[in-house]
């Protein structure tokens, strides 16, 4: 089987060159052809020796997941839904906006996580996806939108908050990572790439030590009791935890706060009340937080809050010179804002057989982490 070089970061790929006899400036060579300039044909790769050319043609690959689905939005916002085999297709989106475009990258196919308000929790897990997976989303946005006018690409800024959970795939993340950051690569900015986590707090240590870039953290909840419903991977890492591994992170990350992103609901974490707790709970973490209006999906018996709401939970946390923002919602009406990516997941976990049960109850209870009893 030929070697996928979408699966290789600039470390792996120099010693795979160096296993099949070939010097390491040719690695950065290839990597400069697939990432700067978008080739995936080794004929076209023309400071490449004929004879290194045709060795690759037999042994290597340049091989991204297959478009299955492209939606655009009346907003310009662009969805792909993109095959990785195995019955299994995740979702990307492409958000244009003035002087950048962001793309927001899926890690597995589904999630284990089950957040409350998520769809993509709700269609459960099947695998991580692989280095050349999470990588060949940002080469398939760049491939498809093509060059700005400038020659540059319209990828500016990547966050990984798609389908999954990037920091339960930490090593195939951490990978694609660094062909984001690397200069012979895509070469973005650390403050340009941002990992988003639900609080899973060894990994984020681990990432903090090996390839830190923005931090956030999806929050939603001023308490334990209230997370623990909504984010139910707090009952492992409850909010003392999570806050003091904030702290630890700052200390090399490439931006000096995390970003707390806070979905409302309204009725449910949208009060005055909630508002003055989450000033006491972060009052030691330097932060800003992002509020999200709820986009609703079918399996969560949620309410938007009112934008009155809104403003007004808003206001409490900027009197307490907390930096706060309201996220535009961009791409809902393609399924494609905060929360509604799904794709397709041939579910291991067997959550829509619980999904059926607990809705017979009517009521919200915390659940047990998938595998975990």
Same mark, same amino acid.
């Given at each position: 089987?030929?070697?996928?070089?979408?699966?290789?970061?600039?470390?792996?790929?120099?010693?795979?060159?160096?296993?099949?006899?070939?010097?390491?400036?040719?690695?950065?060579?290839?990597?400069?052809?697939? #990432?700067?300039?978008?080739?995936?044909?080794?004929?076209?790769?023309?400071?490449?020796?004929?004879?290194?050319?045709?060795?690759?043609?037999?042994?290597?690959?340049?091989?991204?997941?297959?478009?299955?689905?492209?939606?655009?939005?009346?907003?310009?916002?662009? *969805?792909?839904?993109?095959?990785?085999?195995?019955?299994n297709a995740v979702e990307t989106v492409f958000i244009p906006e003035e002087g950048r475009g962001t793309l927001c990258?899926?890690?597995?196919?589904?999630?284990?996580?089950?957040?409350?308000?998520?769809?993509?929790?709700?269609?459960?897990?099947?695998?991580?996806?692989?280095?050349?997976?999470?990588?060949?989303?940002?080469?398939?946005?760049?491939?498809?939108?093509?060059?700005?006018?400038?020659?540059?690409?319209?990828?500016?800024?990547?966050?990984?908050?798609?389908?999954?959970?990037?920091?339960?795939?930490?090593?195939?993340?951490?990978?694609?990572?660094?062909?984001?950051?690397? +200069?012979?690569? #895509?070469?973005?900015?650390?403050?340009?790439?941002?990992?988003?986590?639900?609080?899973?707090?060894?990994?984020?240590?681990?990432?903090? +030590?090996?390839?830190?870039?923005?931090?956030?953290?999806?929050?939603?909840?001023?308490?334990?009791?209230? &997370?623990?419903?909504?984010?139910?991977?707090?009952?492992? #890492?409850?909010?003392?935890?999570?806050?003091?591994?904030?702290? &630890?992170?700052?200390? *090399?990350?490439?931006?000096?706060?995390?970003?707390?992103?806070?979905?409302?609901?309204?009725?449910?974490?949208?009060?005055?009340?909630?508002?003055?707790?989450?000033?006491?709970?972060?009052?030691?973490?330097?932060c800003k937080f992002n509020l999200i209006p709820f986009n609703p999906i079918p399996q969560a018996p949620y309410q938007r809050s009112d934008m009155r709401t809104v403003l007004r939970f808003r206001d409490v946390l900027m009197?307490?010179?907390?930096?706060?923002?309201?996220?535009?919602?961009?791409?809902?009406?393609?399924?494609?804002?905060?929360?509604?990516?799904?794709?397709?997941?041939?579910?291991?976990?067997?959550?829509?057989?619980?999904?059926?049960?607990?809705?017979?109850?009517?009521?919200?209870?915390?659940?047990?982490?998938?595998?975990?009893?």
């Amino acid at each position: 089987m030929k070697q996928n070089l979408l699966d290789f970061e600039p470390t792996a790929m120099t010693a795979w060159f160096a296993e099949n006899g070939e010097k390491p400036f040719r690695a950065k060579q290839v990597l400069r052809w697939i #990432y700067k300039s978008g080739e995936h044909d080794f004929d076209a790769m023309s400071d490449l020796a004929v004879s290194l050319r045709e060795k690759l043609k037999q042994i290597a690959s340049i091989h991204t997941p297959k478009m299955v689905r492209e939606e655009t939005a009346s907003d310009g916002t662009r *969805k792909w839904l993109l095959d990785v085999g195995t019955g299994n297709a995740v979702e990307t989106v492409f958000i244009p906006e003035e002087g950048r475009g962001t793309l927001c990258v899926s890690t597995q196919a589904g999630c284990a996580l089950d957040c409350a308000f998520c769809s993509t929790g709700k269609q459960g897990f099947n695998r991580n996806l692989s280095t050349a997976e999470i990588i060949g989303q940002v080469w398939w946005a760049n491939h498809e939108l093509g060059k700005n006018a400038d020659g540059n690409w319209p990828v500016t800024n990547v966050v990984l908050m798609g389908m999954g959970e990037p920091l339960l795939n930490f090593d195939n993340t951490v990978n694609a990572l660094r062909l984001m950051l690397d +200069d012979n690569a #895509y070469g973005l900015s650390r403050r340009r790439v941002t990992v988003s986590t639900s609080g899973v707090v060894p990994a984020m240590d681990r990432l903090r +030590d090996e390839c830190p870039v923005a931090l956030a953290v999806s929050l939603h909840a001023p308490n334990d009791a209230l &997370r623990n419903v909504l984010v139910p991977i707090n009952q492992k #890492y409850p909010l003392q935890e999570l806050m003091a591994a904030c702290r &630890r992170y700052l200390e *090399k990350a490439p931006r000096d706060f995390v970003t707390f992103e806070y979905i409302m609901l309204a009725g449910v974490n949208d009060t005055v009340q909630h508002a003055r707790e989450l000033i006491e709970l972060v009052r030691d973490v330097p932060c800003k937080f992002n509020l999200i209006p709820f986009n609703p999906i079918p399996q969560a018996p949620y309410q938007r809050s009112d934008m009155r709401t809104v403003l007004r939970f808003r206001d409490v946390l900027m009197q307490a010179d907390i930096v706060t923002t309201i996220r535009k919602v961009r791409g809902d009406d393609i399924a494609a804002a905060c929360g509604q990516l799904a794709g397709q997941v041939q579910d291991k976990t067997k959550r829509t057989h619980r999904l059926v049960l607990s809705s017979r109850s009517g009521r919200l209870s915390p659940r047990p982490l998938a595998g975990e009893d």
